[in-house]
């Protein structure tokens, strides 16, 4: 593990391994770098990969108060380690994070994003504008677990009841111990509406991917993302869901990041 430092001192941890041209790995809700690290092994014998904890997990600093501009300023961070230039995969949330960085103009050179989630037309029910206001509350109170239920069913989605029966599953603390930083999802993805002025802006060749089995929302978005986006491009995977499966995924990024 190595650690960088952003532009308001915050310590990023990140794990570097491979060699080639540098790419870096953001992940989405509930994650750190562990999620990550599957893809990275499949990817770091052609890219020198850089996947860090996005602040306030992991090994990672959490330094108050948050803002979005904090954390493209540590991909920003991690972006200067790599050398000055690199090309950027995002994860869900993640993904929508990539792309608010390449917006303000930070040196991507190419941007590959699996399920980055956005809303088109009348795909569904819209997460509620304060949900972050709303989940900050429950934190703050010490409700944690209401916390990761508001988000998971306003946000993801997941049907109540199905939410329910998870509340005593294994990965539940872990769930609970990340809450805090669904906050910061939330300020990121907003109502999940494409902001359609700010992809106008993004210049860099960017992949939109998603799976085949996901909900039908998902293929919209990166469709409706890859059409708005100068140098857009869409890819379909398959009896794939929200999840990562690295052997389906590395040859698709293999493929786009080494062109």
Do not use: C, W
């Amino acid at each position: 593990m190595r650690t960088t430092l952003s532009a308001d001192g915050t310590k990023i941890a990140f794990d570097q391994t491979g060699e080639g041209p540098p790419v870096i790995l953001v992940v989405g809700a509930f994650n750190d770098r562990s999620t990550g690290a599957p893809l990275a092994k499949a990817l770091q014998s052609r890219f020198t990969m850089l996947n860090y904890d996005r602040r306030g997990r992991g090994a990672s600093g959490d330094t108050q108060p948050y803002a979005v501009e904090r954390e493209v300023e540590d991909l920003d961070a991690l972006i200067r380690e790599a050398g000055g230039a690199a090309r950027v995969f995002g994860y869900s949330s993640g993904g929508t994070l990539a792309l608010e960085a390449a917006a303000r103009g930070l040196n991507i050179t190419k941007l590959a994003l699996y399920e980055a989630p956005f809303m088109v037309g009348d795909d569904g029910p819209r997460p509620p504008k304060d949900l972050a206001a709303q989940i900050a509350k429950l934190v703050s109170s010490g409700h944690r677990g209401d916390a990761v239920e508001l988000f998971q069913t306003r946000l993801v989605g997941i049907p109540e009841q199905v939410v329910a029966q998870m509340r005593y599953a294994p990965l539940r603390p872990a769930l609970e111990a990340t809450a805090h930083t669904l906050v910061y999802e939330a300020s990121i993805v907003g109502d999940l509406t494409l902001p359609t002025t700010q992809l106008k802006s993004i210049h860099a060749p960017t992949l939109a991917v998603y799976g085949g089995a996901s909900p039908a929302f998902m293929g919209n978005g990166a469709k409706a993302l890859a059409a708005t986006l100068p140098h857009g491009h869409v890819r379909r995977l398959d009896g794939q869901s929200h999840d990562i499966v690295p052997e389906v995924l590395a040859p698709v990024l293999l493929e786009f990041f080494g062109a």
